[in-house]
């Protein structure tokens, strides 16, 4: 695998936690760092699957966004007075 090297710049105290998570993990803090990198671009594009499959969605059903949010209204004013 062909790697780079970059220069990123923490907050010292950012950084005290980075090192001291990954030696809680027996990693490196490049590793530690690469993991959550990944971690956070894998969440990011089930988000972003997540927001197509409701656009497609409202789209397929000829919802407005002003109906989704009258529904989420309802919803939770239900919700509410259940509580």
Same mark, same amino acid.
């Given at each position: 695998m062909q790697t780079s090297t970059v220069n990123i710049a923490?907050?010292?105290d950012l950084l005290k936690e980075i090192d001291k998570?990954?030696?809680n993990e027996f990693r490196? +803090?490049?590793?530690?760092i690469r =993991?959550?990198?990944? #971690?956070? #671009?894998?969440? +990011? /594009? +089930?988000?972003?699957?997540i927001f197509s499959l409701g656009d497609k969605q409202r789209t397929d059903?000829? #919802? /407005? =966004? =002003?109906?989704? =949010?009258?529904?989420i209204? /309802?919803? +939770?004013?239900?919700k509410k007075t259940r509580h």
């Open positions: 923490f907050q010292k998570a990954a030696k490196s +803090r490049s590793e530690f =993991e959550a990198a990944r #971690l956070y #671009l894998d969440r +990011r /594009k +089930r988000w972003d699957d059903l000829g #919802l /407005k =966004e =002003e109906d989704i =949010e009258a529904e209204k /309802k919803h +939770r004013a239900k």
